[in-house]
């Protein structure tokens, strides 16, 4: 169940980084409430799942999902570039939450 919460909180921080664009620095009143609200949320799940998890693990995984989803959403809605330098370096944050999520044992 941790490993759950902890993707949701991964989720909302993509959520989050897209609040904050939307919000022009927090200048327009809903975008920054929808900003602070899944960037409360994202914490709030991610501090849920340390009951269970190792904090250098759900932190490593939390921040992966963060990064890579932000780039691969920032590709396809936002018109980013999608050079395979880039794809490539997302790839190997997603294998290494991956692989995290493997080598941490038993589901919590």
Known sequence: MSWIVLSVAGL???AFAFGMKWSAGFSRPWPS????ITGLGS???LTTSLRSLPVGTAYAVWTGIG???TAIVGMIFLGE???V????????ILSGVVGLRITAGAIA
């Open 85 to 92: 330098a880039r794809v490539v370096c997302i790839a190997l």
């Open 67 to 69: 990064a890579a989803g």
């Open 33 to 36: 409430v929808y900003a602070a």
């Open 12 to 14: 909302l921080e993509i």
């Open 43 to 45: 914490i709030w799940l």
């Open 81 to 83: 570039s999608a050079s």
